[in-house]
């Protein structure tokens, strides 16, 4: 029944299938993530950008910038792995399941366009209302 009423309305169904996929994903973040941690990782980053322009000149201390910037970089790709960890098998079971359905409808051939817009629009309006950096 469910597989019929999606191949029936193929563009409703990925749609819904995409915001329901960046809700999940955002939710996962939002309990997981430490956003305060990020943010300020984020905000020292900022920082770091404009002192490291400001110092072109010299070269020992762009270095030592550049290092410090790396670290929050690191820190923060580190920090968001662990939401990813939990969210990546059940994407992909779902992306193999959507390849599966969508591949007998209209949208066949444009399937994952169709789902990659509507995942970052969802993904945005998500991380808003739930406050994610």
């Known amino acids: 029944m469910i597989i019929e009423t999606i191949q029936a309305n193929p563009r409703i169904s990925i749609v819904v ?3 329901l996929v960046s ?24 920082e770091l950008q404009k002192q490291i322009k400001e110092n072109k000149h010299d070269p020992a201390k762009t270095m030592a910038l550049n ?24 994407t992909l079971i779902i992306f193999s399941w959507i390849k599966g359905v969508f591949s007998e409808t209209v949208i ?19 991380r808003k209302i739930f406050k994610l950096p």
Do not use: C
Not at 75 to 86: I, S
Not at 108 to 126: D, E, K, P, T
């Open 23 to 46: 809700f999940f994903i955002s939710l996962t973040n939002y309990f997981i993530l430490d956003k305060d941690k990020l943010r300020a990782s984020k905000v020292r980053q900022k």
């Open 17 to 19: 299938i995409a915001l």
């Open 67 to 90: 290092k410090e910037y790396m670290e929050h970089t690191f820190g923060g790709m580190k920090h968001t792995f662990k939401p990813m960890l939990v969210t990546i098998i059940p």
């Open 108 to 126: 066949s051939g444009s399937w994952f366009w169709w789902y990659l817009v509507f995942a970052m629009v969802g993904s945005i309006i998500f």
